[in-house]
């Protein structure tokens, strides 16, 4: 496992931040870490990048322990904090320069320096001083220090707050990239870029995981999978397409056509269209509208 946490607690006094949580992540994985403000999931990064220390319970990266191990832990995780703390008054190549440094890269700092920059679109402002940076440049640069040392686990803690459009789909694609041979844990209240890059969500509520899926296993178990909308050329019974393998529920949808509920609509539609081909029925329009993560999360965190 890149990542194993096993009933950790954090106690902050008598308040459980997070209490008695377990998950894992394998390498090569992008799993989306989603939860409410105060759910638990910065007090959970923190930990699992050596910031925090766990009151009970155990956490290890690439097999070692961020309580026994801390030093060693940090050395595999790169990790973006929601506040992304900078430097202002240093340059952009300074302070990667100087993160550089603090990894100890020697002969590779030069290098792993230029390739961050172009890697993270800073090219045209690396000269400039950070604070005169927008939110978005800025986290950029936090992107790319969190990169520097070429980890194995990169921790990201709203990672594309304050991207533009484009600047949102380039980071984007950054992400999806790097989950190829690293573990990427993410945490955003942006459900579509988990739709879009996550293969895996965790969902935490009051200190507890209430989630631990993928999103089309997350629909099934909350009967939320969506529908199709259909109509054909020929009359046919409700009957019918209830017998369709994988439908959930059938009904009248605006009077002229019908509305079919499933857990995984694509298979069911591939079922519908071979329901049409054998019986000899003309679909005349077909819809799909699957559930969203976000009608999934409010309906479970609610």
């Not at 961020?66 to 302070?95: C, I, T």
């Not at 800025?138 to 600047?167: F, Y």
């Amino acid at each position: 496992m890149s990542i194993e946490v096993v009933q950790l607690t954090k106690l902050y006094g008598e308040q459980k931040a997070i209490d008695n949580i377990s998950f894992s992540l394998q390498k090569g994985e992008i799993a989306g870490f989603l939860g409410p403000n105060g759910a638990g999931k910065s007090t959970t990064m923190k930990i699992l990048s050596g910031y925090l220390p766990p009151s009970h319970g155990s956490a290890k990266v690439d097999g070692l322990d961020v309580a026994a191990q801390s030093m060693e832990v940090r050395k595999r995780v790169g990790y973006l904090p929601e506040s992304n703390p900078l430097y202002y008054d240093m340059y952009v190549k300074e302070f990667l320069g100087f993160i550089a440094d603090m990894h100890q890269l020697g002969s590779r700092k030069k290098q792993r320096i230029d390739e961050m920059i172009g890697m993270t679109g800073l090219g045209a402002e690396q000269h400039k001083k950070i604070g005169a940076l927008s939110k978005g440049y800025k986290q950029r640069v936090g992107l790319a220090q969190a990169l520097m040392h070429d980890p194995s686990v990169l921790i990201l803690d709203e990672p594309t707050s304050g991207l533009d459009p484009n600047q949102l789909a380039e980071i984007r694609n950054l992400i999806k990239s790097l989950g190829q041979n690293k573990t990427v844990m993410l945490s955003t209240h942006i459900m579509q870029e988990v739709e879009a890059l996550c293969g895996k969500v965790i969902i935490i509520n009051k200190g507890h995981i209430i989630a631990d899926d993928n999103i089309n296993n997350l629909r099934n178990r909350q009967n939320k999978g969506g529908y199709l909308v259909v109509s054909f050329g020929d009359p046919v019974k409700r009957e019918e397409l209830m017998a369709i393998d994988g439908v959930s529920d059938v009904a009248v949808f605006q009077g002229q056509g019908w509305q079919i509920f499933a857990g995984d609509i694509d298979s069911v539609k591939k079922n519908l269209m071979q329901f049409a081909l054998i019986n000899n029925r003309n679909i005349l329009s077909l819809q799909s509208n699957s559930t969203s993560l976000e009608d999934i999360f409010r309906d479970i965190t609610k």
